[in-house]
């Protein structure tokens, strides 16, 4: 996956108007913030109508920081979870996307602290 895009810092920054302070604020949130444990247990207990807010959140999230990959991939769930049954390997490709994306979060602002 090494040609995966997980952030476009500079589009991003581009979102909250250029004030890079905000949005390296905004991915600290989004690391302690963005619930996929509470995602992946509605997935389970198959409390759909959760299950659709909690991916619409963290889409939500991705889109705004410009989460690249995330966004992608958060899309496809939620249509999914709308349909009510996830096809094989989803749940489990997208918590490794989603950890993907918390250590390039976190290298992100380790690099530029």
């Not at 807010?53 to 496809?76: C, V, Y």
């Amino acid at each position: 996956m090494a040609d995966v895009v997980y952030i476009n810092a500079e589009e991003g920054i581009k979102r909250v108007m250029n004030n890079v302070k905000l949005y390296y604020k905004l991915l600290g949130k989004f690391r302690t913030e963005a619930n996929l444990k509470n995602l992946e247990n509605f997935i389970v207990a198959q409390d759909w109508e959760n299950a659709q807010g909690a991916a619409h959140s963290i889409k939500g999230l991705a889109a705004n920081l410009s989460l690249t990959e995330l966004f992608n991939q958060s899309l496809d769930l939620e249509t999914q979870i709308k349909g009510r049954a996830l096809k094989p390997g989803v749940l489990e490709n997208y918590k490794i996307c989603f950890n993907e994306t918390l250590i390039a979060v976190e290298k992100l602002i380790t690099q530029n602290a």
